[in-house]
């Protein structure tokens, strides 16, 4: 059976902190939003937007259909946020990060949350005591 996944989950740096994955947010015409002290208006990056817009950036060689089932996928997520998906829907989405994004810190975490099979601590061999 396959578990739900939540999309809301940001990723984070090898210290394990969100701060090197914020997005700062701009108004219609592109200019920083600011708070009522000046500071930048940020938003974490989240699984659910890495995936959307990897959906999202279609590529040369994609039929209208593949268009249409990658944007109704996309907009699923977006909308649900917490979602379950199937092998078939799981392996497009990988495919999708794979080649919109170079960064391994985003490709492994994304797999890692999409799929925790690949965990090592799924594959981790038991420990046998010595006698």
């Known amino acids: 059976m396959t578990e739900a996944i939540d999309f809301t989950t940001a990723l984070k740096g090898l210290d394990g902190k969100t701060d090197m994955f914020q ?3 701009s108004d219609q015409s592109g200019q920083p939003r600011r708070d009522e002290g000046g500071a930048l208006l940020t938003e974490l990056i989240t699984l659910g937007k890495i995936v ?3 959906l999202c950036a279609g590529g040369q060689n994609i039929s209208g259909e593949e268009h249409v089932k990658r944007f ?3 907009t699923k997520i ?3 946020q917490t979602v379950v998906l199937g092998t078939a829907d799981i392996e497009l989405i990988k495919q999708c990060i794979q080649k919109t994004y170079p960064a391994t810190l985003i490709v492994a975490q994304c797999w890692l949350l999409l799929d925790p099979a690949l965990s090592p601590e799924t594959h981790a061999k038991p420990k046998v005591k010595a006698v």
């Open 23 to 25: 997005n700062v947010i």
């Open 52 to 54: 959307t817009n990897a």
């Open 72 to 74: 109704l996928l996309a």
């Open 78 to 80: 977006r909308e649900q």
